[in-house]
């Protein structure tokens, strides 16, 4: 029985890792064709490793983006092993190599020597969803992206700088480069494109979390519990209640579904308890077994 619960551990372990490391993958290969396909053809650089990779592979036009990528990408790595050690680390290295090897594979499969189209606001809106959308991605399974993050560990652990300060004056000076090098009209489009990135990772991230904290008041509970368990497979609290106009006996059943549980629960209630009351909130912070681990 023992050896049975270890497999059966193993087996869901296994599984957990190897979603973990195709959604990061997956999270770094959309970042990636957002830096090759609208950022680096139109010199959009919002900050971070990638932004200062365009503005020196315009300086150096005989590297490109991925070149310095890799070499930005490598010091900030040797920094981080000097600095914090091997075991803080973590998964940050490879996200900084991974990100560097997609840049140049995309670069060598399509390489984009000029924009998709005429129109610089379009470009900018897909070279802010796209990276976004991988960053989210990958902060959501509790990883990073590398590059400056590593700037961001060695600064929390060796002085009391701002952080998010420290890093905003970064991403602002290479703005400022870009300005300087692409004209202001790029500048202004890079400080936009820094401002669009911040509230779409947040918003990817409220999405993807996204769950619904459903509240059944009934008379008649058995049912809708039983359906919640067994079809759901899903959990519940059960309290008992008071109909403060009627005076009956009711019962609260209060259960966090996703997005098609809860219209499951809709339908199901529809059809066998057209009297239930039901209220059905968005959270994006459901945590505990069965959703987001506690740590």
Known sequence: MM?????????????ANFRFFVLLNLGLILTALGIVW????????FGGTSGLSVLLSALFPQFNVGFFMWVLNLILVVLGFVFLGISCMGW????????????????????????????????LIFAVLLPAIGA????????????????????????????????????????????????VS??????LGLIGKSFVVDGVIENINQRKVCTVVTSNPEDIIDFILDDLHRSATVED???????????????????????????????NDNHAFITIVNSSEIIGKGFRALN
């Open 186 to 191: 790029t500048g202004l489009y890079c400080i």
């Open 136 to 183: 989210a991605i990958v902060f959501n399974i509790g990883a990073s992206t590398g590059g400056t993050d590593i700037v961001a560990l060695i600064l929390t652990k060796h002085s009391s700088l701002n952080i998010g300060t420290a890093l905003m004056v970064s991403d602002v000076l290479i703005i400022i480069g870009a300005a300087a090098i692409f004209g």
């Open 38 to 45: 609208f950022k680096t053809p139109n010199h959009f650089a």
């Open 241 to 271: 209640a008071q109909g403060a106009y009627t005076g009956k006996d009711l019962t609260v059943i209060i259960t966090v579904l996703t997005r098609r549980e809860a219209a499951r629960l809709r339908n199901f209630l529809r059809t």
């Open 3 to 15: 050896d049975l619960v270890k497999d059966a551990f193993k087996k869901e372990k296994l599984i």
């Open 92 to 123: 940050t290295v490879f996200s900084s190599f991974a990100l560097s090897f997609y840049v140049s594979l995309c670069e060598a499969i399509w390489p984009m020597p000029h924009p998709f189209t005429d129109d610089k606001l379009l470009e």
